[in-house]
């Protein structure tokens, strides 16, 4: 059974791409064959995997409006995960799906084409909360919100579960919101544990072990284009490896995600 998983926050820059693409790499080094959908006009997600979106004739864009096969769209990466790439034309799709009929579902039937070729699907949605976000939480089973541990994380989580609690009633009852995991966290000050408190107290949201602690790998990674799961060890990949088993383990076993005590 294909499981989907969706990362989303509306908020920019709670590292929602590095999730999707340090999941899908470590999940793949599990031997588990892995489908990464870039939601993003963005295509940060793509052009991090390695494709320039600059230069790419077709992707999700037109597989959401029905033009193209999704067979037809994906590519392979370096991480041995496969992508289907996003392109600034995306950025038109919000308009043009919203003259059309189930316009939430376009990326849950093109998923159906070819879920029985991977065990899990992760979604990286776009930062807001409009058709696109929809389409990708619609299309889930699961869905996680990365939350940076700083001042006013709290912001818009509220307007998020609303969204998700929305999709529930309405296009996709079989949506299970499995927690919040801890983005950039510092474990040397108490601060980061102070915001994952509040906005977990908050919002009744449980909180995905491990946290991922804030290195400075990430940002060295994004500007090389190379992954930082590949290359030295470090701890932001090892807690992305962790979080990774500890999903699989409740896909293959059924066994709760684990949680952090804040
Ligand atoms: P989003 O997709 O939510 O906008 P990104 O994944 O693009 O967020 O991350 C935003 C920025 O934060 C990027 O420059 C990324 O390299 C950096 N980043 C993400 N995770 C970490 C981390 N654990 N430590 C340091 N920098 C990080
Ligand atoms: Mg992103």
Not at 75 to 92: Q, W
């Amino acid at each position: 059974m294909t499981r989907i998983l969706a990362i989303a926050n509306q908020k920019g820059g709670v590292a929602k791409t590095t999730t999707v693409e340090s999941l899908g790499a470590a999940l793949a080094d599990l031997d588990v064959s892995v489908l990464v959908v870039d939601l993003d006009p963005q295509g940060c997600l793509t052009f991090s995997l390695g494709h320039d979106p600059d230069q790419l004739s077709s992707s999700v864009h037109d597989v959401l409006l029905g033009d193209e096969e999704i067979a037809d769209v994906l590519l392979d990466t370096e991480d041995k995960v496969t992508l289907l790439p996003a392109t600034i034309d995306l950025a038109g799709a919000e308009a043009l799906l919203l003259m059309r009929p189930g316009r939430e579902y376009a990326l849950k039937r093109a998923l159906a084409e070819v879920s029985e070729d991977f065990d899990v699907v992760i979604v990286d949605c776009p930062p807001s909360l409009g058709v696109l976000t929809l389409n990708g939480l619609t299309a889930a089973d699961e869905v996680i919100v990365p939350l940076q541990c700083e001042t006013l994380a709290h912001r818009g989580v509220g307007q998020l579960l609303r969204t998700v609690r929305e999709v529930q009633q309405i296009t996709n009852p079989n949506l299970t919101m499995l927690g919040a995991v801890a983005t950039l966290f510092d474990a040397r000050t108490t601060h980061s544990r102070d915001v994952l408190a509040d906005v977990s107290d908050r919002y009744d949201l449980p909180v995905l072990d491990p946290p991922i602690p804030r290195t400075v790998r990430f940002a060295e990674a994004s500007a090389s284009g190379t992954s930082v799961m590949r290359g030295r060890k470090n701890k932001g990949a090892t807690a992305y490896r962790t979080l990774a088993e500890n999903l699989w383990k409740h896909w293959e076993a059924g066994e709760k995600v684990g949680t952090f005590e804040v």
